[in-house]
């Protein structure tokens, strides 16, 4: 019954993008496609295992209840596989060789978060906010190529589009709750309470956006 309360609702769409998704493997689409949709399934596999690790998984390994580990780690999956997708699909070849360097500096950070400064069991701010501003920046360089591009598709049927805009506006509107979370925890715990219902609507934007995007082929630029 859990999965029914309201800050649960994100999973509908997510899950339908997961079995959506799939169609990127069997048509065939190019590498990009593809990688952004293992990253949707791989969304969903750590959503089920962290909802469901404080109630029951976490008995099966004795461990704890704290489930902080999981989405630690995927921050670090998911943003090696965002950091792939747009090696892939920006052209400049300045950022094609700057992206590759900066991807592997803030992993390392995000590796050294998770094992030694703060550990998998606490929030990891510093691969949260790092990463956070990178595919941000990232997003701002996709969009910039979009409006330069010489070629014509139709923005709102193509995936990427779609994908673009939903991980920016996830991460553009949790950044500064996020860089403020320790201040608001010591002065007026109220204020991190209120960014649990803004996370439970973005995650629905990011979810729904995602499944949009798969409900659409990929769009190959026309001559202007």
Known sequence: ???????????????????????????????????????????????????????????????????????????????????????????QSIIKKILPLAAIGILIIGILDYTIIHGPLQYNTYSMVITHVCIITLCFLYFQQLLQEKGAILIHKEPMVWMALSIFVYHAVSLPFLMMLGFFNINDIRLTLLFFPINEILNFFLCSCYLISFLWKPQYLQPR
């Open 1 to 91: 019954m859990r999965f029914l309360k309201h800050e649960y609702f994100y999973l509908v769409p997510l899950m339908l993008s997961a079995i959506f998704c799939l169609k990127a493997f069997r048509q065939k689409w190019p590498k990009h496609y593809r990688l952004y949709a293992c990253m949707v399934i791989i969304t969903l596999v750590t959503e089920l295992i962290a909802i469901e690790w404080p109630y029951e998984l976490h008995s099966l390994f004795n461990s704890s209840q704290n489930n902080f580990w999981i989405y630690n780690l995927f921050i670090i999956i998911r943003f090696g596989l965002l950091c792939a997708i747009f090696y892939l699909i920006l052209t």
